[in-house]
């Protein structure tokens, strides 16, 4: 597969990194979700669009995953067309990598544009925001769509835990926590055991769950975006160093979360030598098959 990619060059891979622009100002979702979350980060900044963050990540060095939200169904805000995105990502091959999302009540028009995507638009694999979509990973509705998934054998990835969307407004902005509890995708991995799943983010409040599911599954991956990592609990660090230290992901949540401030609270963590690499770059690579190598058992 030639991404474009120099993979010797990379100085990581991140899996973590959303659109919230398009070029005609059309912005990922209300803006009173997005004032929501810039607080809880504490973060301060214009919408990024594709370009913007092709500079910026090339600047280090990096590879990064990028997607916006498909929740227009839940929220009545049209999503950053998943074609612009790709569209726009080729034209950054060294250091973009896009993912695209499709809300699952979009039904069989969804399952169609599944594998145009794939097939004709260079997409990489598929985020799916429980919350902001209001549906449970394991419910039926999306099944079609994780098989469409599987047999196009890219990866699902799923936002688990709390979620900085609709954080401090009234009712949370009808944002619903109950959808992202990791232990449900349990099910989905036992379904369909030839889709790649990344979790992402440390799943606060449910951590244990999301550890034992990737722990249990070899299918079930971990991204560790969203938060700091001087706020990753003692047990992630653990099974990062040790059990899952070929499953867990760097991944920043950039804009939100930008890489360097991330990287320079991982450099303190008491991480292993031989395991850094393989969180910053080399699990990734094998995961997304950048280098032709087999997809990771």
Excluded: C
């Amino acid at each position: 597969m030639n991404t474009g990619l120099n993979l010797a060059d990379l100085a990581a891979v991140d899996m973590h990194v959303h659109i919230e622009a398009d070029d005609h100002g059309h912005t990922d979702m209300p803006d009173e979700f997005r004032e929501a979350a810039q607080k809880h980060f504490g973060a301060s900044h214009e919408p990024w669009k594709v370009d913007a963050i092709a500079a910026y990540y090339r600047e280090r060095k990096m590879a990064a995953v990028i997607f916006s939200v498909d929740h227009e169904s839940v929220t009545g805000h049209p999503p950053i067309p998943n074609r612009d995105i790709a569209a726009q990502a080729a034209q950054h091959p060294d250091v973009l990598i896009p993912f695209a999302s499709i809300d699952p009540a979009r039904g069989e028009e969804g399952l169609r544009e599944a594998r145009v995507l794939v097939e004709e638009h260079g997409v990489k694999g598929f985020k799916f925001h429980p919350n902001l979509q209001a549906f449970h990973p394991n419910d039926p509705i999306a099944y079609p769509l994780y098989k469409v998934i599987q047999e196009l054998g890219v990866p699902a990835l799923f936002h688990t835990g709390q979620s900085g969307i609709g954080l401090g407004m009234p009712g949370s902005g009808g944002i619903r926590l109950k959808y992202s509890n990791p232990l449900v995708l349990d099910d989905v991995a036992v379904d369909f055991p030839e889709l790649k799943i990344i979790m992402a983010h440390p799943s606060f409040p449910w951590q244990d769950e999301a550890l034992a599911v990737a722990a249990r599954h070899t299918n079930v991956y971990i991204d560790l975006s969203g938060w700091s990592p001087k706020y990753f609990p003692a047990n992630l660090v653990q099974y990062a160093n040790t059990l899952l230290r070929r499953k867990v992901l760097f991944g920043s949540d950039f804009p939100l979360l930008p890489p360097d401030r991330w990287i320079a609270d991982f450099e303190k963590l008491e991480i292993k030598p031989e395991v850094r690499p393989m969180i910053m770059k080399d699990n990734a690579i094998r995961l997304l098959q950048l280098d032709d190598a087999p997809a990771m058992p």
